[in-house]
């Protein structure tokens, strides 16, 4: 399905390149200190999982634009989408106007919700904006004013998302006060909270979520006061984290007992990176609100807000975005789902993840640094330690993995505090997954000699 076959990357120049080390000198001089770099990678174009950089190197990006490129770089159907629309109407805001596209992808959407309809649909730009809009909205539905999220969560970065946010101290520090009512608790990192089998694990995940009426609504919050939970099916910038299903299932009934909202914050896991459109329906829980961005229009910014009908009950100037819902956008998602729809890439990212992750699940007892390999479709992460007797974070170690990787000519970025995450592009083939697998295990073991 690849728009383009090769062995693999393909190196030529030292890293960086002249031209890439001129860019980022320039880059240095004027760009923003606080965006964060991994390598200096600078990319001029790309097609399908490769990516060429200004020098010509040719690199397989197992990273899709921090999970965004769903379907490849450059999809001649999402560019032939987002060429005939800029020739038609580049912007009418939706805020104050109508046009066609942004009620037919919402039909689409509401088609593909994991909850029931009737669905509501919001457009903003970004998945901070998708997560803010939750935010208010849940507040908004229930008069309520207080919201639970989670140790290790990443929602955005604008003030609302960023009080949900608790990932990192950095993404919050100088930045107080945040919006208040924020309660965080710990969320079920099972391969780290336990040290039994499965039957351990379970329990364990159990307790995450029965801490909230064991211990929050008998102590601090009052339960009629609070709106929403807010909860990644798997974490992101977390550490690629996956919720046990338990988990998931005892915050549906804590919401359903108490009349709270529950958000699911699919930015990073929705649009069938997974295997299935969403990543919650592999728990069997069905949400109120759903949040997603990044994958859904493959590149282009685009942030959704999928709600139950009547949910959305709040009126005309309540919460609107300029920009959401840009007509080249909106086409960028049609395209999006009917690529993904055609070409069957759910079905895709399901059996080459789970080829990944069988080629990768013996990795523990091979190497002294890995401590867990775990993932979803093409969602997987690969946990790295100084200390398997500890599980001592080996945040170090894994950026050394990165960047030796990136050397290599495979683009990967890190997450949550010593976790390499791999996410290509739906399109990947078997072929050119097993390229990024040697390639990682070899940096894994070169990164092991020199721990």
């Known amino acids: 399905m690849s728009t383009k076959t090769l062995i693999g990357p393909k190196i030529t120049t030292a890293l960086p390149g ?6 980022i000198e320039s880059d240095d001089r004027y760009i923003a ?3 964060t770099r991994s390598y200096p990678m600078v990319a001029k174009h790309g097609r399908g999982i490769v990516v060429t950089d200004v020098d010509g190197n040719e690199f397989f990006d197992f990273s899709a634009g921090i999970a965004v490129t769903s379907t490849g770089h450059c999809h001649p159907d999402v560019v032939a989408a987002i060429q005939k629309q800029a020739g038609e109407l580049i912007h009418m805001s939706g805020t104050d106007f109508y046009y066609e596209n942004m009620a037919l992808l919402a039909e689409r959407l509401s088609k593909i919700a994991p909850m029931p309809g009737p669905h509501k649909i919001y457009y903003g730009n970004s998945g901070t904006e998708a997560v803010e809009c939750a935010l208010r909205l849940s507040r908004y539905h229930t008069k309520r004013q207080q919201i639970i999220a989670f140790y290790g969560a990443f929602h955005g970065r604008t003030m609302g998302s960023l009080s949900l946010t608790a990932s990192k101290p950095q993404q919050k520090r100088r930045f107080a006060p945040l919006v208040p009512g924020v309660t965080h608790i710990r969320y079920p990192d099972v391969y780290r909270g336990c040290e039994g089998g499965a039957q351990d694990a379970e329990k364990f995940a159990l307790g995450c979520a029965r801490f909230i009426e064991d211990k929050l609504f008998k102590t601090t919050l009052a339960p009629e006061e609070v709106a929403a939970i807010f909860v990644e099916p ?3 910038e977390g550490g690629y984290v996956i919720a046990p299903n338990n988990f998931m299932q005892e915050l549906r009934r804590i919401c359903d007992k108490h009349g709270i909202l529950l958000v699911v914050d699919e930015v990073q896991s929705g649009v069938a990176r997974t295997g299935k459109w969403w990543a919650v329906e592999h728990t069997g829980v069905q949400p109120d609100i759903v949040c997603s961005a990044k994958g859904i229009a493959s590149g282009m910014p685009l942030g959704v807000v999928i709600s139950r009908a009547e949910i959305m009950d709040w ?3 309540s919460h609107a975005s300029t920009f959401g819902g840009n007509p080249a956008c909106i086409a960028a ?10 070409d069957k890439l759910a079905q895709n990212a399901a059996e080459i993840g789970a080829h990944m992750v069988k080629r990768m699940a013996d990795w523990p007892k091979k190497h002294k640094l890995v401590c867990d390999v775990r993932g979803r479709g093409l969602m997987i992460g690969v946990e790295i330690v100084k200390d398997k007797q ?4 080996g945040a170090a170690e894994r950026d050394h993995i990165v960047e030796l990787a990136f050397e290599r000519g495979v683009l990967l970025l890190g997450c949550g505090p010593s976790t390499v995450r791999i996410a290509p ?16 295990e070899e940096c894994i ?7």
Do not use: C, N
Request: a negative charge; aromatic letters at 4%.
């Open 390 to 393: 500890t599980k001592e974070y």
């Open 333 to 342: 998602a049609l395209a999006t789902l009917d690529v993904i729809e055609r």
């Open 33 to 35: 200190p606080s965006y």
């Open 425 to 440: 592009p739906l399109i990947v083939t078997k072929d050119e997954a097993d390229v990024a697998v040697d390639v990682l």
């Open 445 to 451: 073991s070169i990164a092991g000699k020199s721990a």
């Open 315 to 317: 009126v005309p100037g």
């Open 234 to 236: 798997i974490q992101g």
């Open 18 to 23: 002249p031209d890439a080390t001129r860019i």
